[in-house]
């Protein structure tokens, strides 16, 4: 759908004016009394001139468009029913001020409670009006809304948040006309507020803990997965991303999930040059998601891994997604998700919102230069990744490969020519998409390197940034430092 599609665009009053009491002068309206005689005269005209049935020529021309446009209209009222009202049986439960913005601003379209004014009912602005009216509740019908899983409520509910943060809902073609359905900030922080309610923090939650042990456990085992699956729209699973530069580090409170984003050369050299509006052909860039466990410390860890997921441009093949394509594999086992290649709307019609970034959630933050700056690490690849939300922290460790050998090990030991490096951000909130946040500027960045076997043989160096600090305020010494960077132990990867 267009943003500027005449939608709701009423019938000008002028073309009706003369068939129904003039709002003006009542039944003494000059105008109407006028046409009223001209029109007879014709029906005379005809009635004593049998071989033209209608003797048009006599009315006046402008007289001739209004009846011409009159009939033409009444015609395209029987093309098209007005919309239909379908029972309502599973309606949103929710707060009543918060069902309330709902139903003035979005329940015309996305419910079974449309609420249709005269001029939406005349085609062929009807026509539009009830595309859209199917159309909407296709997507999201808030009558049938108490059929949904809760997880699938609290998922389409940030999602509702994020379209009317964003002004890409409602639809300003019907606001233009509804003005009453435009949302104030007040409404808009009514429906954060209850997506936050539905959406609490879990603590030390043990069902993603104990998966998240038993996936280890298979980690360190070394029972890793050599699938290379492929989504129902072809897009294939990538396993060397993990070799690939990181563009940026998330974590959501939304869903409870922390997250890397990697890119392939063509992606990462594109953000570079900010040559992103668009993507060039071949960018493909990969998002590893992990279920988070969260501590009321503020600590936020990786967990089970959720998912893989992916987004590689091919303007050819995927012409309708604006050249994206999209795969995401669940869980360790990276099952493809979707059972059609129809699975890609799904995922793109979300990713909308971000069209400003050629629907890229997850772009890196621009510096004071305007530059997108991405931490390269060389030849590292990452251990883990974590956050501290009370600190407003967001790291990655990364490691050589004797380095990540002892993480796997639960760093009991260690080996000579071990390197460990921990990279600190700021934090900060997406703007793309409230329920997340994603790493600012950097803050520091330490190193460990190993001499020998022995956790003695660790040296610790800040290389850039200042030193974190510790619980009261003050900087961590370098020993303390090394407990605190061992305490974390490596994320699972498939
Ligand atoms: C005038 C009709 C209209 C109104 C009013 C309207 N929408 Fe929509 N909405 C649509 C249409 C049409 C689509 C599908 C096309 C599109 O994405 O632009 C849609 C799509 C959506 C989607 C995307 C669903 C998906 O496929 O992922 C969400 C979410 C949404 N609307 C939320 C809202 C909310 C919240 C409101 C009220 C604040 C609202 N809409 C008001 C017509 C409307
Ligand atoms: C309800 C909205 C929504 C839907 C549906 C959705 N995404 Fe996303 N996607 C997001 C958001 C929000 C982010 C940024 C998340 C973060 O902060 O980590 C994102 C990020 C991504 C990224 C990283 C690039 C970026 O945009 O930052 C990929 C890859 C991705 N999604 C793939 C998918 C795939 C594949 C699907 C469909 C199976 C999908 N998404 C469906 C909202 C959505």
Redesign the pocket.
């Known amino acids: 759908?267009q943003k500027g599609s005449p939608?709701?665009v009423p019938i000008s009053q002028a073309n009706i004016y003369h068939h129904n009491p003039c709002p003006v002068h009542g039944s003494k309206c000059p105008v109407r009394k006028n046409r009223q005689i001209q029109a007879s005269t014709s029906i005379l005209t005809w009635s004593k001139n049998s071989t033209i049935p209608f003797s048009f020529q006599k009315i006046s021309k402008p007289f001739r468009i209004v009846v011409i446009l009159a009939v033409l209209i009444t015609a395209l009222q029987f093309v098209q029913r007005p919309v239909a009202n379908p029972t309502v049986v599973h309606p949103l439960q929710a707060p009543a001020e918060v069902v309330s913005i709902?139903q003035r601003?979005?329940y015309?379209?996305?419910s079974n409670e449309t609420n249709l004014r005269w001029y939406d009912k005349i085609a062929p602005a009807s026509w539009f009006v009830n595309a859209?009216?199917k159309?909407?509740r296709q997507?999201?019908n808030f009558s049938t809304w108490d059929t949904l899983h809760s997880a699938d409520q609290q998922g389409r509910f940030w999602?509702?948040v994020n379209?009317?943060i964003s002004g890409k809902?409602?639809?300003t073609s019907?606001t233009a006309v509804h003005p009453k359905?435009n949302?104030s900030p007040q409404d808009i922080e009514v429906l954060q507020k209850y997506a936050r309610d539905m959406s609490p923090a879990r603590y030390q939650d043990t069902s993603v803990i104990n998966q998240a042990e038993k996936e280890l456990h298979d980690f360190v085992q070394g029972n890793i997965n050599n699938k290379v699956p492929v989504a129902a729209n072809g897009v294939a699973y990538v396993p060397d991303f993990q070799n690939w530069q990181i563009i940026s580090t998330t974590n959501r409170f939304d869903n409870h999930s922390i997250r890397i984003l990697y890119g392939n050369d063509i992606a990462v050299k594109a953000i570079r040059n900010n040559n992103t509006h668009p993507f060039p052909e071949g960018s493909t860039v990969v998002k590893a998601v992990w279920n988070s466990i969260e501590s009321e410390n503020g600590d936020i860890t990786p967990g089970s891994l959720n998912s893989i997921q992916i987004m590689t441009k091919n303007n050819t093949q995927f012409a309708d997604s604006k050249g994206w394509g999209f795969a995401k594999f669940n869980g360790i086992q990276l099952t493809p998700y979707g059972h059609t290649p129809l699975f890609n709307s799904?995922c793109y019609?979300?990713h909308?919102i971000a069209d400003n970034n050629d629907y890229i959630f997850n772009l890196p933050l621009k510096n004071e230069a305007g530059a997108r700056p991405m931490f390269d690490a060389g030849d590292l690849k990452v251990i883990t990744s974590f956050a501290n939300r009370k600190q407003k922290t967001m790291s990655v460790l990364y490691g050589n490969a004797a380095a990540r050998k002892s993480a796997i090990g639960g760093y009991q030991t260690h080996a000579a020519g071990e390197i460990l490096k921990l990279v600190m951000f700021k934090q900060e909130d997406n703007k793309y998409w409230y329920g997340s946040y994603i790493n600012g500027a950097m803050l520091s960045v330490e190193t460990l390197t190993a001499t020998g076997s022995d956790a003695k043989s660790l040296t610790y160096s800040l290389v850039q940034g200042r030193a974190p600090l510790n619980t009261n305020g003050q900087p961590m010494s370098g020993d303390e430092r090394i407990i605190d960077i061992l305490a974390h132990r490596p994320s699972v990867f498939p």
């Open positions: 759908m939608f709701f709902l601003a979005c015309d379209c996305h859209h009216v159309e909407a997507r999201l999602e509702i379209m009317a809902m409602p639809l019907y359905a949302l799904t019609n979300c909308k």
